[in-house]
């Protein structure tokens, strides 16, 4: 258990109330039966993990996480839901029937990081909040420091990205109008 | 109240595993969907802990990539879900099992 405090204090309560808040979210979103109850509960659990990422000064992630996932991903699958009327979806059973048997291999599947978790090998870093905000030498915001990172040190993996958002985005359009002409 | 890198990996741990049985146990394909995108939430919050455990950015640079390959993901799937219940009028996956050997 070596290592520093990232959270004290105040601080420290926060990360339990938004952390415990968002596995709560998150076990709704799983066990419950409508599809736009679980819509809303992911939505609630996207906003607390932001709530977390400004805990730890990632306040730019934690913006897109409100702009891409709260704005955009959620309106995509609220879209979907009311394009696939729910009430005809909805299935005696919501779970598969080997649901306890995957309750029973899950304790299996936590070992290998309980294991991690004890033997934790970090090395001693002194903490430095100013890392998040430095832009060559100067004290400047997030933003700015992850943008320099982004399109200096990390500007083909940038590009990559770019075209995997192009890939994606002819992909569903192409899958999108082969099922509506099928309609037809 | 005094936290370390431990409580972080234990938070994202069972948020990864909540993500996980969910992608296991439920039928409804697009519940599945979102079972994913919190297995990637939870390996967003462990890349800022060691982000800030190491005072590193590249931890948060790598989220963003990460939240990246998440929306496109979203939006390959919500597609194919449009196009499973097109021609199977469900979104039930234990039935799209025309491929079963």
């Known amino acids: ?184 | 109240m005094t936290v370390t890198i431990n409580h972080y990996l234990i938070a994202s741990l069972l948020l990864f595993s909540i993500g996980f049985f969910g992608v296991l146990a439920r039928r409804n394909f697009l519940i599945i969907l979102m079972s994913i995108e919190l297995m990637l939430n939870a390996v967003n919050l462990n890349l800022i802990a060691f982000s800030r455990r190491l005072s590193d950015l590249t931890g948060q640079v790598f989220s963003v990539f990460v939240i990246t390959i998440a929306a496109g993901e979203a939006a390959i799937g919500l597609a194919l879900t449009i196009s499973l219940f097109r021609q199977r009028k469900t979104l039930n996956v234990e039935e799209a099992d025309t491929m079963r050997g």
């Open chain 1, 1 to 184: 258990m070596a290592g520093g405090a990232l959270l004290t204090g105040t601080a420290g309560w926060l990360f339990v109330v938004f952390a415990g808040l968002a596995l709560a979210a998150a076990i709704a979103v799983v066990v419950a039966r409508s599809p736009v109850h679980s819509a809303l509960y992911l939505l609630l659990s996207f906003l607390l993990v932001a709530c977390i990422f400004i805990l730890q000064q990632a306040e730019f992630v934690a913006a897109v996480q409100m702009l891409v996932y709260a704005g955009g991903i959620m309106v995509l699958f609220l879209f979907v839901v009311m394009l696939v009327n729910p009430r005809t979806v909805q299935t005696v059973k919501s779970f598969q029937h080997q649901w306890d048997v995957a309750l029973l291999l899950f304790p299996i599947f936590l070992a290998p990081f309980a294991y991690v978790l004890w033997t934790d090998k970090l090395p001693d870093i002194p903490a430095n909040p100013d890392a998040f905000r430095m832009v060559r030498g100067k004290i400047a915001g997030n933003t700015e420091a992850v943008a320099w990172s982004l399109f200096r040190d990390y500007l083909l993996p940038f590009e990559i990205a770019s075209i995997f958002l192009l890939v994606a985005m002819i992909g569903a359009v192409v899958l999108g109008k082969r099922s509506l002409e099928k309609m037809d």
